[in-house]
């Protein structure tokens, strides 16, 4: 993406504040006082008659003197409705201007932005209600926003534009630049003191912050923090750069261009900086490793590698190896689909590996033949697929790239748009085996079979003798407790019993891991059978037992799978043995670290991650290449996924002090900083302290992930596979959102839910509702000023509801705030049901959610009153009961929200709160949309 146009950003609605040099935004730029405020009485020949005034020039009518756009106008006369008269004040720039005003809609006609105006008559507002004629609520304040037509005709061609209207104005102390300001507009900023390679900031960055000597000198773009030669064509270059233009554009910047990813794009010594997917720029390559710490913008980086953030660590840069983005295929869900991850993370400097490798394996009697799909593919990838057939056949795997995948399975025969008996994503990793099983689903569940992975044994674990492991899949059983037994020996005698697994919960195997059991030499051949207990159960009477397999051998390595039902309809119990070759190992993968392909905001290229690929038993174990490396979970917004990486980590340990917003670098690997309420006058915000994390499936197995006495371990991502958690204390809610038993400055208690899908699209997501935990709390009372989490428990620090200009800032507003606005901690209260809230709200006020949580939020008046799905004036703000104005497609539109429950029995959506005959469909965790059915 190419910087010089990030200013766009900034015009929309921005406060003029940030350019009051170039704008002329003063106090009081809209009117003045006095009958003759901004009134020229001179200069028109002939003079004006009685009633007219002359303005720049021209004799005007008083009564009328701005009712077209472009055409001179009094200031602090009459104004046509949808006009307003505005002087810029800029130098030469001839007086006031009729203006288009734009508060109410923020779109101007081409060539103009439309910019929100300070003035000392604005006022603060709720709604528009609160406003004079002419001006609408923006972020909180009364404002007028009129569209400024462009001063300068573009980046180059304005360059002299620029350079004659303020020349030697004490506001522009280092010349002008011409910017573009997004709708075709442009206008004169103050130019900065970096040269051409000279790191640089953008022309908004440099708006927001003042400090426009960090931007580019007069005649250069600030192209990914690098000031370059401006240009229109290739003319205004030396060879053997050329003017590279972002399509669309009419201004680019001078660059020995290049093509991203391929061999040779370059001189010796250089590499190609990916600028967009398709094209590149040739900057000189260092002589730093990958990983190495580094300074972005210094060029220190060998090729193949760009200094890069690492995202949430602070700031801290290190020599990145990049990756290809250009396999952006995306699934249903917006992220990215399996297969182009996978093709993406095969733009990484992986070491030679095996593909990865799989099976398939049908043990669900009940099913039928059944045809598999993998990903979107046409065609299946096995047909006729029977019950305790494999694919492929005779043990061998199938190979294909390592990444995540999806399995669908359908009657054989049935059309590929059925819906299917089970739905399936798979993780396969490159050099490794794993089988997928398709088994007879839980009795709750609401499709038909499901798959469950088994990854294979790893070759060191095989013997010479015959080796076998157990897996539980019997679709009606919790835990049980598994023994192997001669067929003819005394099932009440111990002493002939082989204890093969203690709380076995279904879909899991053992021996756990890459282990296997070995099987006696006396066994072998010998008929045996399986004795099968609840858990805990007293496995020396036979009367406790809950089934015993029919007999069976073992003359070669297997997987015995348990499987079916106790349902004497379905499956009996003499059938609920299965025996799955175990056959040749997957082929392994060569050593060395793989990575992860990471998208970065607002670069066309990824920075490669090395995979802690053994989860929680890499934590501790140097398995990081990089100095001040160490493997911590890390959420991939593109992927909707946590995923173990390499990441920056500190020195500090356990509850040592540390910054809670920055994910990264303080704590030590397997730590994390856990937020604080502020609980003393003198403790300095942020405050958190470093904390362990943990394995959800063994939180108190010690090193190297576990928690300390006391605490519990909170998964990261609830209901997935991701296995590392964070520890906490466990808490109860009350009336107040506080539980009293909970640390120092974590007395918040509030409830939790997620939303979980149904894999097989066959029923409504379910609402899982969350053990709670301790969180962040202060000592600071409803009504006064907070910064964090400095809020005591039943109040959090939110900003007034403010107008927005997306989806989600709109929806969550408290959280995204605006100029002159300032947090408070508000008092919490149940968004949609008044008899249980602890803290009621006042009439003309409604409760809306925080943060995604239908249980918790907070009083906000109601801007306007509409009917839901009507269409709104003030995006961001309440506009009725549980509705909250809302940007959806760029159209405002009032959206009544409510608590999602899910569906009847039929597999309608509940109505839930919502009015009328409207239904509440799921939004994000527990919290649902109102919609017509």
Known sequence: MLKPHALQRLFLLGLCL???ALLGCADDSKHCTGSDCGVIESGCEPACQSGESCVSGQCMVRGASCSQAGESCLPGYEEASGFVCMDWRQPGGGGAVCSTNCAFTGECASGSACYALHSNTDSYCQSAGDCPEGKACLQGVCRFAACQPSNCSGPVSGQAECDEKFAGHPD??????????????????????????????????????????????AGLSCVDDICLQSCANDNECDAPETCV????????????????????????????KPLTGALGQCVPAGVKEAFARCEPGAEECAAGTL?????????????????????????????????????????????????????????????????????????????????????????????????????????????????????????????????????????????????????????????????????????????????????????????????????????????????????????????????????????????????????????????????????????????????????????????????????????????????????????????????GLGCAPVFLSNRQQWQNLCAPVGAKGVDDACDPYVAQGQCAEGLYCQALGVS???MSLPAGRCTPLCDVDAPHAGAPLGCEAAQACQALEPGSNFEIGRCGWTCEPGTGYQDTSCPEGLDRCEPNATLRDDLSGQAAPQIHYEQPFCAAAGPRQPGENCQGNDCAAGSECLFPRSVQTDF??????????????????????????????????????????????????????IAENLAPLERCAQPGLACGEDSICALSQNTPICLRFCDYLGTDSQGAYLQSTCPGDLRCEPLINDIGICQTP
């Open 18 to 20: 940030a350019f009051s």
């Open 172 to 217: 522009f102390p280092y010349g002008t630049r011409c910017v573009p300001a997004g709708n075709d507009a442009h206008f004169c900023a103050p130019a900065g003191t970096r040269e051409v390679g000279e790191v640089c900031v953008d022309a908004a960055a440099a708006a927001q912050t003042q400090n426009y000597p960090a931007t580019c000198a």
């Open 245 to 272: 233009l972002e399509a669309g554009e009419a201004v680019g910047f001078c660059a020995n261009s290049c093509a991203p990813f391929e061999a040779d794009s370059c001189p010796a010594g250089e590499m190609c």
């Open 307 to 627: 200094c890069v953030a690492y995202p949430g660590a602070g700031g801290e840069a290190r020599c990145q190896p990049i990756c290809d983005l250009s396999p952006s295929s995306t699934a249903e869900d917006g992220s990215i689909a399996p297969g182009a991850q996978a093709a993406r993370d095969a733009t990484c400097p992986q070491p030679e590996t095996a593909p990865a490798s799989l099976r398939l394996a049908h043990v669900a009697d009940s099913l039928g033949a059944v045809d598999i799909y993998l990903d979107s593919a046409a065609d299946p990838l096995v047909e006729g697929l029977a019950f305790d057939a494999t694919f492929p056949s005779d043990a061998a795997w199938h190979a294909l790239p390592g990444g995540r995948y999806r399995l669908r399975a359908l009657p054989a025969g049935a059309p590929r748009s059925d819906l299917p008996l089970a739905d399936f994503n798979i993780d396969l990793v490159a050099g490794q085996g794993t089988t997928a099983l398709l088994a007879v689903a839980k009795p709750s569940a609401a499709e038909d079979a499901e798959f469950l992975s088994l990854g294979a044994a790893a070759a060191d674990a095989r013997s010479a003798q015959v080796d076998f492991r157990l897996a539980h899949l019997v679709a009606d059983l919790g835990a049980i407790d598994v023994v192997l037994i001669a067929a003819n020996a005394d099932a009440s005698n111990l002493g002939n019993h082989t204890l093969l697994a203690e709380n076995l919960r279904r879909g899991e195997a053992r021996p756990a891991g890459s282990t296997l059991f070995e099987l006696s030499a006396q066994d072998v051949g010998m008929s045996l059978k399986l004795l099968v207990f609840p858990s805990g159960a007293d496995r020396g009477d036979p009367a406790r037992m809950l089934f015993e397999t029919d007999p069976f051998m073992l003359n070669e390595d297997a997987t015995l799978i348990l499987n079916g039902t106790m349902d004497e309809g379905d499956l009996t119990p003499s059938h609920l043995l299965s025996q799955l070759a175990m056959g040749d190992v997957a082929p392994a993968s060569a050593a060395g670290a793989r990575y992860s392909c990471v998208e970065l905001a607002e670069q066309p290229f990824g920075v490669c991650q090395q995979i802690c690929a053994g989860g929680a038993a890499d934590y501790g174990q140097n398995t990081c290449e990089g100095e």
């Open 680 to 682: 003393q006058a003198g």
């Open 808 to 861: 989600t800032s709109t929806l969550a507003s408290p959280y995204f705030g605006g100029p002159g606005l300032v947090p408070v901690c508000m008092p919490s209260c149940d968004p949609f049901d008044a008899d249980s809230s602890a803290n009621r709200c006042a009439t003309g006020e409604t409760c809306l959610f925080n943060a995604w949580n239908a249980e918790v939020g907070h009083c906000a008046p």
